[in-house]
């Protein structure tokens, strides 16, 4: 397989179904939706929901029917974006090569369209229909992933670990807490969701959280390189701005090349743990050396 | 019954699991836990999880573990406080008769507060165990229920609807629309999610929603004319602030008498929505009363 063709390909199958998920017939209130479409459809990798789709296929599921679970990770994603461009936070003008959401609508409207953006997170994986085969209780089970993975004991409770730890001395257990949170756990309930929705036995679904916490830290130090080496046209954002901000990095700790070291062992531990799925785990597996070798 | 004393008996019941889903051992990060106790639990008259325990008592539940479902509300209603609050939206300074939560925490700090409730509020009505006897279904409804009085269509939705309206011309119907968005919605929640508790039937939950619909606008309409006729004192925070923005309200309609008289209106065709439930409803039927009769 392609990686690139294979990523290519379900990227354009989420859009699609993002795009269905907010059309254009949504209108009132209006400067609403079209803030949310501004930041929702304004590009992106989608990784954490190509990540869900890669660990149902895995298990032997690929269903256009769980397009709804997997575009939820992209709504909680793209709304913890907007939130963490905010003034009041990371205050960045800049993401995936566009003015950040509330340079164009509003401090105001971007708070609010990020409120929207994840609630509806929760609305798409809680809907009746959809013919995804589900018991309503593995259903549950995917909200209960979201919530926690996205929540006080994840994303939100890593983020504000990060802020807090702006100029301040970080050491490496630390620093790790922080990303486990912050980017780990989104990752982590991504994979998982997947797993819960091609039926994992609890040994498979272990397996599954083992490789998404590798691929997690993998992800978490490739960025921190790309924030030190990359350049604005690259990245789509500012470049250098840990540096500027005094945070405590992989590359500070270790130097870019043991970093990149680092996050490369990552994905061979991750790789292993995928040893009991046959050849439908491939794309998993590549998608973990992709996240170290990517250029934004 | 005394509604005073039922409403006092609910609100401590509630506090109770409040304080107990937020405990003092949640520790790490400290200041995200002290932001969204901060909030949550600086006190309120908990309307919306009381009207989720006495819609679910009109139908004979009265049982202590359907107060995670109740809480979730309350958890919705605080962030929308929280974000509606900061500089970027109404820029008010106290609520609840104390400061608001960015005045002391920040406005990032307020904001990951908001977000977290509200993911809280899913992470807590999706709970795996309980002891609730619902079905996965029926939880997963409830599920539904909150994310659609929260969001785009709901809640949030309206609150952009009232931003966008400030110093413009705005007739009755669209006055109303906003409203029952931005109030109408969660409160329509609330009820219905108690009406999933009790595990009513169709009539009767469209009967519980007609009723919730009713003391929705007579709840908005009370807060209308509170807001101009009450005191900072009274009010737990500044009064007389609609007029100062220039909003139209249902007093400038149809002035404070003629407001006062349509929220009596709201209120009995509420009541008699009910006329098919026996005693048990009739904490329903006093709450209606005391929404149009309050002072604060």
Do not use: W
Not at 94 to 120: C, E, F, P, Q, S
Not at 270 to 286: E, G, H, N, T, V
């Amino acid at each position: 397989m392609d990686i690139h063709q294979y990523l290519d390909q379900q990227r354009q199958r989420i859009d699609g179904f993002l795009e269905q998920s907010l059309p254009d017939s949504l209108r009132d209130p209006e400067k609403l939706y079209e803030s949310m479409r501004y930041s929702l459809l304004g590009g992106g990798k989608r990784v954490r929901p190509i990540l869900t789709i890669a660990s149902a296929q895995a298990l032997g599921c690929d269903d256009d029917a769980m397009l709804s679970f997997a575009a939820s990770l992209e709504f909680v994603h793209t709304y913890s974006l907007i939130h963490d461009d905010l003034p009041a936070m990371d205050d960045d003008d800049y993401r995936r090569g566009r003015l950040t959401n509330h340079k164009v609508y509003g401090d105001g409207m971007a708070i609010l369209a990020g409120d929207a953006l994840l609630t509806m997170a929760f609305e798409l994986c809680s809907q009746d229909s959809g013919g995804h085969g589900l018991t309503a209780s593995q259903q549950l089970q995917i909200v209960r992933e979201l919530a926690y993975g996205s929540g006080h004991q994840g994303m939100v409770g890593g983020q504000v670990m990060d802020i807090q730890a702006e100029n301040q001395e970080v050491d490496l257990a630390h620093l790790q807490k922080i990303h486990s949170h912050k980017t780990g756990q989104l990752i982590r309930a991504a994979v998982r969701i997947g797993g819960i929705i091609g039926r994992a036995s609890p040994i498979q679904l272990d397996s599954l959280t083992g490789y998404a916490e590798d691929i997690g830290l993998a992800f978490q130090i490739a960025d921190d390189v790309l924030n030190m080496v990359g350049t604005r046209e690259e990245l789509g954002k500012d470049a250098g701005t840990d540096e500027k901000r005094g945070k405590q990095t992989y590359p500070s700790f270790f130097g870019v090349d043991g970093a990149r070291q680092l996050g490369e062992e990552c994905v061979a531990r991750a790789i292993d743990r995928l040893k009991a799925f046959d050849s439908k785990a491939d794309p998993l597996r590549q998608i973990a050396t992709y996240i170290v070798e990517r250029k934004s």
